[in-house]
């Protein structure tokens, strides 16, 4: 079935630097690619999200870059902040009212003082 | 104020008891989903509705039921059948656009079996 790999599990940063978080998916139909960003204890949120026709999308201090050949796609943040540490998921799915999001397992940002 | 409301926040079942868990959303979607979450393992689909009084399974049914009679309303039960059922429980909504699409997560509800 459909599966979206996602990595590192957890990433430690420090303080305004960056932080890169990675994700592969298998299904070559796929076409909408949201990243969420879940806080201790509570539902998960969307951050951004890219389309199959776009390769790079940005707001503000994050940004997502797709790759469609590769079947890869990419969370950026920049000038990472305390608030930033969270968990967060990549995920993949096709924009039509039959398909599922797939998600990841997560990663773990720690921003470190 | 709109958005999905799961209830309990903290809920605690002995062992070989059902438990129904609530989610009510007032954002006029026709999906919604049920995703179990347990450390490292990401979000895992139970259970999910794209119109009223259908529903489709998920990834991890087993052990669980749901029904939608409502819209606004999706409830869980969490069988006595269901082997590990202690963990952290979402309920979501979405929308389709023309090409738009969001999931949107309830707070979620921590369910502890003992």
């Known amino acids: 079935g459909e599966n979206v790999e996602q990595h590192p599990s957890t990433l430690s940063v420090q303080e305004g630097d960056s932080a890169v978080i990675k994700c592969t998916y298998s299904?070559?139909?796929?076409?909408?690619f949201p990243w969420y960003k879940q806080e201790l204890g509570k539902g998960p949120q969307l951050i951004i999200d890219?389309?199959?026709?776009?390769g790079e999308k940005k707001d503000q201090r994050i940004a997502v870059t797709l790759n469609k050949t590769a079947k890869h796609f990419s969370l950026h943040i920049t000038e990472t902040q305390p608030e930033d540490s969270a968990v967060y998921f990549c995920?993949?799915?096709?924009?039509?009212?039959?398909?599922?999001?797939?998600f990841g397992k997560g990663t773990r940002l720690h921003i470190l003082p | 104020d709109g958005g999905i409301t799961q209830s309990p926040k903290y809920l605690f079942r002995k062992e070989g008891q059902n438990v129904t868990l609530s989610c009510e959303q007032n954002?006029?979607?026709?999906?919604m989903y049920w995703y179990r979450q347990d450390p490292g393992q990401g979000l895992r689909l139970i259970y999910y509705?794209?119109?009223?009084?259908?529903?489709q399974k998920g990834d991890i049914a087993e052990g669980y039921s749901v029904s939608r009679e409502k819209k606004e309303s999706f409830p869980l039960t969490v069988t006595s059948a269901q082997k590990n059922p202690t963990a952290f429980y979402l309920c979501?909504?979405?929308?389709?656009?023309?090409?738009?699409?969001?999931?949107?997560f309830g707070p979620g509800t921590r369910l502890t079996v003992t």
């Open positions: 979501a909504s979405s929308i389709w656009g023309r090409d738009h699409y969001e999931q949107y």
């Open positions: 299904d070559s139909a796929s076409n909408y």
């Open positions: 890219i389309r199959s026709n776009v």
């Open positions: 995920a993949a799915s096709r924009v039509n009212r039959d398909d599922k999001i797939i």
């Open positions: 954002l006029n979607h026709d999906a």
């Open positions: 509705s794209q119109i009223v009084n259908d529903f």
